[in-house]
């Protein structure tokens, strides 16, 4: 085991006698592989050999406009969030990990101690300090700190890259929890990238007998139909097109949509997820394309129908490692592309998640 991270070497950018390089967001479509010198390992955290990372449309907002909602990267930032590695060294009180454990780490930092923390819903915690959105330091990088209660023992046949799409298979899992997703559910997804199929993924995983997605582009819905969706609808970007849309939706579905995820996030898609879903059903919106939207909201509430919000996930990481432990959940065909990290690599890696289409997930190898 090696000594503390804020050595001698820290001060000079070497963790251990080598160069801890990281891919710094510097600018507008500008990431860079720079030294980073790594924060003190604390006595409850770990450092972590980072072995793969996933790029997230969070990460890609990032790059290309410097913002993702509400947050904006005012310094240079560490960017990348979706990892799993292998423990290098633990602080002096770590019990649940040893060096050489194989980890998939959860990014989010919360505090621990307010109200919404103690009620275990920490992912809505105000102090949140996530990898990878500002100010806060992403895990693309050799080398990251993290507390180790964030950091979950892959099973022997989980592979690092698996470990990885933890993350954005969390957002389905939290999505399907929160709508009470189970055997009797019917499921309605609207969008058919990364979020939307491993929402398809997980509502399969709690039960859900019938799937159907719903894109614009033919591509992402071949994708669909072949990770399971029992069947693929495509649709326009016309709002005139909204009751047609909604009357095909509802004839593949004939005892009626119980759940919709809204997977998009655009005043037509939120609309269409409003008016397909049955009476009593769930909404769950999960995209935020539009920062607001104009819905037909009166009519579902006139139905009973209950929308739901999600901000990431809680308490995920241990089922997303059983579902894939089990093989009740294969995320390995949404990995799509794979780059080392080089800085060749990076940029051409960031411009083909941005170009969207057949690459669903991005993954380096580090
Ligand atoms: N709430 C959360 O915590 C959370 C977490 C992660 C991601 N997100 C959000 O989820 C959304 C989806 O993420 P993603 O990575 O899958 O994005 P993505 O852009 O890759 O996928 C969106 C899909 O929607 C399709 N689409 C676009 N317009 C459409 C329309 N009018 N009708 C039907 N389909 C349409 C696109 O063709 C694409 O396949 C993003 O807005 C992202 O910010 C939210
Ligand atoms: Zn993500
Ligand atoms: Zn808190």
């Known amino acids: 085991m090696g000594k503390g991270g804020n050595s001698e070497d820290a001060v000079s950018g070497k963790e251990h006698g080598e160069e801890n390089m990281a891919a710094w967001l510097l600018g507008v479509k500008t990431l860079k ?20 990372v996933g790029i997230c449309g969070s990460d890609v907002h990032h790059f290309k406009t410097m913002r993702c909602a509400n947050f904006i990267v005012k310094k240079p930032m560490v960017i990348g969030h979706e990892c799993a590695g292998i423990i290098e060294e633990v602080g002096s009180e770590v019990k649940n990990l040893v060096v050489g454990d194989r980890v998939a780490l959860e990014p989010g930092i919360s505090c621990n101690r307010c109200s919404l923390c103690r009620n275990g819903q920490y992912n809505l915690c105000r102090e949140m300090k996530f990898f990878g959105s500002p100010p806060t330091n992403g895990s693309l990088a050799n080398q990251v700190v993290h507390p180790s209660n964030l950091c979950f023992k892959l099973p022997d046949n989980v592979s690092l890259e698996e470990g990885a799409m933890c993350e954005p298979l969390s957002v389905g899992i939290h999505a399907c929890r929160r709508a009470n997703v189970g055997p009797e559910t019917n499921v309605l997804i609207m969008g058919s990238g990364p979020i939307g199929l491993v929402t398809m993924l997980a509502a399969r995983a709690f039960g859900a007998p019938r799937i159907v997605l719903v894109d614009v582009d033919d591509q992402r819905l071949a994708i669909a139909k072949d990770l399971g969706a029992d069947d693929i609808i495509r649709v326009s970007t016309n709002i005139q097109d909204l009751d047609e849309e909604v009357a095909k939706i509802q004839s593949t579905m004939v005892t009626g949509v119980d759940v919709s995820f809204d997977c998009v996030g655009f005043n037509k898609t939120m609309s269409t997820a409003l008016n397909a879903t049955r009476a009593g059903g769930k909404v769950c919106l999960v995209g935020l394309a539009q ?25 995920t990481w241990p089922l997303c490692l059983e579902f894939l432990r089990s093989g009740k959940i294969d995320v390995k065909p949404l990995i799509t592309h794979r780059f080392t990290f080089s800085q060749k690599d990076v940029e051409e890696a960031f411009e083909t998640s941005a170009r969207g289409g057949n690459a669903i997930k991005v993954m380096f190898n580090l």
């Open 33 to 52: 592989i720079q030294p980073y010198i790594l924060p003190s390992l604390g006595p409850y955290d770990v450092r972590v050999r980072i072995k793969a």
């Open 291 to 315: 920062s607001e939207m104009t819905v037909p909201l009166t009519p579902a509430a006139a139905r009973e129908v209950d929308i739901v919000g999600i901000f990431r996930y809680r308490n």
